[in-house]
C-alpha cells in the first residue's frame, strides 16, 4: 500500500545530541511536511518541501533543520535538542495543494533526557 | 496565520449521536478537515470538504459547513466506543498549509 513510513516511532535523545527523524513516501507526492505536536496540543507546522524548494514558517527555530535527497526522503535534523523540543513529530506528504491529498506519517514521539 | 477553536471535551453515550465544532478565521480556506487521532498515532483523515459545499455525508460522518458563521461542524452516528480519540478541525491556506485547532477529546461511554 501506498504510505507515508516515519521512523523510528520513538527516539530517546540526550539534551544537546543532535537527532535525525526520517520520513519516507511511496506516494510519490511533490510536498513533504514536517509537523511539531507537543502534548495535549494542536500540530505545527516546521517547514515543508514543495519539490526541492524548501519551505521555512517565520517562527521554525534555528535549531531545526531539514534535508530531502530526492522525492521519497525527508529528514528532520534537530541540531541541539533541548528540553522543550519533546514532542511527536509528524511528516505529511500531499500531491500539490492538499485538496484532500494530506497524508500523515505515525508520527516520531521524541524524547530529550 | 489562521485562527481555528474547537471545544476542549465532549462525552457521549455509546450509541447517540456525536457533534464535534469548529470556527475558523480565515474565509480563504478551499477546503477544510476533519482527522482523527488516537493515543500515540499519528493523524488520520476522516473526511473532508470544499469550501462551497454546505454539507458531506460519508457513512456515519456528516459534515456540515456555515460560511457565513465560519462555522464547521462533524456529526458521528451511533457513536461506538472505537470513536474514542482527539479530533482535530483543520484549514488549509493558500500558502500550502494546514492549520489545525486545539483539538476535541471525544470520549465514548458505555
Known amino acids: 500500500d501506498a504510505m507515508v513510513i516515519q521512523n523510528p516511532r520513538y527516539q530517546v535523545t540526550q539534551f544537546g545530541k543532535p537527532v535525525t527523524l526520517s520520513c519516507s513516501q511511496t506516494?510519490?507526492?511533490?510536498?513533504m511536511y514536517w509537523y511539531q505536536q507537543k502534548s495535549s496540543q494542536a500540530p505545527k507546522l516546521l517547514f515543508h518541501y514543495y519539490d526541492k524548494d524548501f519551505n521555512n514558517e517565520a517562527d521554525t527555530p534555528d535549531n531545526f533543520q531539514s534535508r530531502r535527497p530526492n522525492t521519497s526522503f525527508c529528514f528532520l535534523d534537530i541540531r541541539s535538542p533541548g528540553l522543550g523540543d519533546a514532542a511527536m513529530y509528524l511528516c505529511?506528504?500531499?500531491?500539490?495543494?492538499?485538496?484532500?491529498?494530506?497524508?500523515f506519517g505515525s508520527g516520531t514521539r521524541l524524547t530529550v533526557v | 496565520g489562521e485562527d481555528v477553536e474547537q471545544s476542549l471535551f465532549l462525552s457521549v453515550r455509546e450509541g447517540d449521536s456525536s457533534v464535534i465544532n469548529c470556527t475558523y478565521t480565515d474565509s480563504s480556506s478551499t477546503y477544510l478537515y476533519w482527522y482523527k487521532q488516537e493515543p500515540g498515532a499519528g493523524l488520520q483523515l476522516l473526511t473532508y470538504?470544499?469550501?462551497?459545499?454546505d454539507m458531506k455525508q460519508d457513512q456515519r460522518l456528516t459534515v456540515l459547513l456555515n460560511k457565513k458563521d465560519k462555522h464547521l461542524s462533524l456529526r458521528i452516528a451511533d457513536t461506538q466506543t472505537g470513536d474514542s480519540a482527539i479530533y482535530f478541525c483543520?484549514?488549509?491556506?493558500?500558502?500550502?498549509?494546514?492549520?489545525f485547532g486545539t483539538g476535541t477529546r471525544l470520549t465514548v461511554i458505555p
Open positions: 470538504i470544499f469550501s462551497n459545499m
Open positions: 506516494l510519490n507526492h511533490n510536498v
Open positions: 505529511a506528504t500531499s500531491r500539490d495543494k492538499g485538496g484532500g491529498g494530506y497524508t
Open positions: 483543520a484549514g488549509e491556506t493558500g500558502a500550502n498549509n494546514l492549520f
